[in-house]
Nanobody, 121 residues
Framework: VQLVESGGDSVQAGGNLRLSCVAS????????MGWFRQAPGKGREGVAG???????RTSDSVKGRFTVSRDNAKTTLYLQMNSLKLDDTAMYYC?????????????????WGQGTQVTVS
């Protein structure tokens, strides 16, 4: 399984971005996909995720501003980010896991992309 993120950019506060994550070689048993971010000097934070049942979950810090979605083939994961804030500046990663009891926990995932940088100024 390989994950490739794209869509990161430098934007002004209040702007919007859409991140994409294309998964290749994904196993049919892959259950969950999620977005995480890591700012300099901070730990990896769960942003949004989708479980096997299609139910999505977003972190309190982005709720109402970010939306996660996935195509029907489960090969592309998206993160629509609206009303971006300075605190949203980070490297954003997507990940897949076989089973995720908590789609926002990085410990649930075993395959990670290389990340795409989002900078809000």
């Amino acid at each position: 399984v390989q994950l490739v993120e794209s869509g990161g950019d430098s934007v002004q506060a209040g702007g919007n971005l859409r991140l994409s994550c294309v998964a290749s070689g994904i196993a049919s048993s892959t259950d969950c996909m999620g977005w995480f971010r890591q700012a300099p000097g901070k730990g990896r934070e769960g942003v949004a995720g989708i479980g096997t049942d299609g139910i999505t979950r977003t972190s309190d810090s982005v709720k109402g501003r970010f939306t996660v979605s996935r195509d029907n083939a489960k090969t592309t994961l998206y993160l629509q980010m609206n009303s971006l804030k300075l605190d949203d500046t980070a490297m954003y990663y997507c990940a897949t896991g076989v089973y995720c009891a908590n789609v926002l926990s990085p410990n649930e995932y075993d395959v990670w992309g290389q990340g795409t940088q989002v900078t809000v100024s």
